[in-house]
């Protein structure tokens, strides 16, 4: 039996943790199932923070420095804690070429961030990302999930808005 | 499984197909997922049997139809009428006017036959005509019958023979004979061997890999299965992009459905050969498609090449002999074997048979997915195919390739498809993308865009790319914002043929390909940049426009 660690590194023994060591067995701790572990790690939590890459690198015995060059180099695994609404505009050169470069810009200045950011209150991330695939209806911008085809940049903001508004009244 | 039990299976399903009077069929791929497909589905499921027709139609899920601009796109069999934009309140009157009655409603038909005239779909030959997630579906059309007949009636040399013969090529891009590839692999000393099926498909605006998962994963896998036995291998991988889910699922539950059916698995058709699939998901990596960076990723490393020989063929995966081909090649090989080297060598060009499956995007009146034979011009697919650019607008120029592809101006447009006439003008195949720019189209911002893209995904490993392209970033990027001199148009040429010799793989090699054809093709807007500090398609020189992320 490996030394699990988590009280080192600091994570809360619940139900995550338990399904990610689960994940961990069934890959029989083998090092070459990392990138396998992360995506389960990041289902699981939402983001890979230090501590869960820490743990996993005790629990694959993998030097920690290997586990965090692994989790920096592809672009899926986000290190920080994304917002509670996201938003994502496809970059695909269809998008590109059919505007999302002014749906991203006209979302950056209204909440006055930079793509790859989260508002300062916590509440909304916006991400570009390479291609989602449905290049017939660019461009596509998706909203906490769903999906916008042929989107303008009012129409995102409109459904950003929203959503927000809607979070907002919950709140209370 | 044996033999006659396949052969009882395939005909059981051909005759419950048969039995069906209609058969709709409901494309849920991704390009008509976020459109409503699934409630459209049901909806049909319903309006049958409320409608009492329940025995004479029947309802399938199926993948893409190819006709992605008129998403959900619905196909009636016998017939093949496609309904486009269809939405739940259509549903009833389908099902009333069509089925019921007998009579197709015209005004949702798709009338837009030229669309589908010059396609010839081989690969793509069950999609949206059969159920992915239903393995019965893809044996009623005699699937995994060419994996008994390989298994069962030919040797694993015979198999390569076969392929060989037919001419096919790498449909990943680099155009390798698969005959031969395989061969390296099958000569090659070391054991276990694997074989990997490419789906890295890390190209913006390309789709046309995902789409075939989406549609047809039996093909794949079967075409995986017989490469595995020509070569000697026991294990394969099919390496897929995360960012496709329904791909993933889809795959997924094939591979399940292939086990328990024992088309995978120990002793296959009660042979001595045995071969099982597992799936990895990449995590967004442009690089991790290039062969000896997926081999890394599966591995569970940074996905970073290195340099070849050795090649995978000799050392891959745990530096066993390794084949890696991409989805595409693989779904070709069934039907190789079923209809012979002979009947494929016949379709396409000289040196260059079959077909090749590309995603048609940008500014084009039918985007979509199609699949064409190679040698067709590429203004037979923008304009016939692709009914040219819309209203009011004019052509400019067509990528072919990706993000390394480069950009081919009106007057090359009766160039064919093919892998050497393509590489001549500047262009490669690639993975199968063709991007249409019309006039509101700036050639210096898309060239800039491009690189800005191979700047973020270069892995880093060798200087030419990761400082060369960055470098090649700035100056674009100073054009675009008024900067640079007629100098710096040589400078960039200069830097652009260093990358390309020095780079260590494929990402590099070809990422100045869309800067250098549009300095060949279309220098003039780089002049209109530089000296009158204007540009022609209005996209340029905008306050705080076209900031970029890289910094």
């Known amino acids: 039996m490996p030394d699990t660690g988590f009280q080192q590194v600091g994570l809360k023994v619940d139900r995550r943790l338990t399904l990610l060591e689960n994940a961990i067995k069934k890959h029989q701790y083998k090092k070459d199932a990392l990138l396998e572990i992360l995506h389960t790690a990041q289902e699981l939590y939402g983001y890979l923070d230090r501590s869960l890459l820490t743990y996993i690198s005790k629990l694959l015995r993998l030097p920690p420095s290997h586990v965090y060059g692994v989790a920096t180099f592809y672009n899926l695994f986000k290190l920080k804690k994304p917002g509670a609404h996201v938003v994502t505009v496809c970059m695909g050169t269809a998008c590109y070429v059919k505007g999302a470069e002014e749906i991203v810009s006209t979302i950056e200045k209204e909440f006055n961030f930079k793509r790859g950011e989260t508002t300062e209150d916590g509440r909304l991330s916006l991400f570009v990302t390479r291609c989602i695939g449905a290049c017939a209806m660019a461009p596509n911008a998706i909203v906490d999930g769903e999906t916008i085809g042929k989107a303008t940049p009012e129409e995102v903001l409109k459904k950003i808005r929203t959503i927000l508004e809607a979070a907002k009244v919950e709140a209370r | 499984m044996k033999p006659d039990e396949l052969r009882n299976l395939a005909q059981r399903e051909a005759e419950l197909r048969k039995s069906y009077r209609y058969r709709i069929n409901v494309c849920c791929s991704s390009g008509c997922m976020p459109f409503g497909a699934l409630k459209v589905l049901s909806a049909f499921k319903d309006a049958v049997k409320e409608l009492g027709v329940e025995e004479e139609c029947y309802v399938a899920r199926t993948g893409c139809i190819g006709t992605c601009s008129i998403a959900p796109a619905v196909l009636v069999e016998p017939g093949d009428y496609l309904y ?211 081999l890394a990723s599966i591995e569970g490393r940074r996905a970073m090449p290195r340099p070849r020989p050795p090649y995978p063929a000799h050392s891959g995966l745990w530096g066993k002999p390794t084949l890696i081909n991409n989805v595409e090649t693989f779904a070709n090989v069934p039907v190789i074997l079923l209809k012979g080297s002979e009947w494929f060598a016949s379709i396409g060009v000289k040196n260059c048979t079959g077909t090749k499956c590309f995603s048609l995007t940008g500014k084009v009146n039918n985007p979509g997915l199609i699949e064409v034979p190679m040698g067709i011009t590429l203004g037979e697919v923008v304009f016939e195919i692709g009914g040219g650019v819309p209203p009011g607008r004019k052509f400019k120029a067509v990528q072919v390739g990706g993000p390394s592809g480069g950009f081919l101006p009106e007057n090359l447009l009766n160039l064919p498809i093919d892998y050497e006439s393509l590489n001549k003008a500047g262009a490669i195949m690639g993975s199968g993308g063709i991007v249409v720019l019309d006039d509101t189209s700036c050639m210096v911002d898309t060239a800039k865009f491009f690189t800005e893209f191979c700047v973020d995904e270069s892995c880093g490993k060798c200087v030419p790319c990761r400082a060369g392209l960055y470098k090649l970033y700035k100056i674009l990027d100073g054009f675009t914002r008024g900067k640079g001199s007629l100098e710096d148009l040589n400078k960039v040429e200069e830097l652009c043929e260093f990358i390309k010799e020095a780079s260590l793989c494929g990402l590099g090699q070809t990422a100045p390909n869309p800067t250098l054809t549009t300095l060949k093709y279309f220098r003039d807007e780089y002049i209109a940049h530089i000296v009158e500090k204007k540009c022609p398609a209005g996209k340029c020189f905008k306050n705080g426009g076209g900031e970029s992320g890289v910094e």
């Open chain 2, 84 to 294: 486009q934009n269809v939405t739940t309140d259509k549903v009833k009157e389908i099902v009333k006017e069509h089925i019921v009655n007998g009579r197709p409603v015209k005004e949702m038909l798709y009338g837009n036959e030229a669309y589908f005239k010059k396609q010839l779909r081989i690969v793509l030959r069950n999609a949206g005509k059969i159920d992915p997630l239903r393995i019965e579906d893809y044996i009623a059309v005699g699937g995994y019958y060419a994996l008994l007949k390989a298994l069962t009636r030919m040797t694993p040399e015979g198999v390569i023979e076969e392929v060989a013969l037919s001419g096919l090529k790498g449909r990943g891009g680099a155009g390798f004979l698969t005959g031969l590839k395989w061969r390296y692999v099958a000569r090659a000393t070391g054991s276990p061997k694997y074989v990997i099926a490419n789906l890295d498909e890390g190209d913006p605006g390309v789709f046309a890999n995902r789409t075939l998962a989406e549609a047809d994963p039996h093909a794949i896998i079967e075409g995986m299965a017989i490469a595995a036995y020509a070569v000697g291998a026991s294990k394969g991988y099919i390496y897929v992009r995360s960012e496709y889910p329904l791909a993933v699922e889809t795959l997924k539950k094939a591979i399940e459905a292939a086990r328990s059916m024992g088309f995978l698995g120990e002793k296959i058709f009660e042979t001595v050969f045995s071969f099982d699939i597992e799936l990895r998901l990449g995590a967004g990596a442009f690089v991790a498609g290039e062969e000896t960076a997926i």
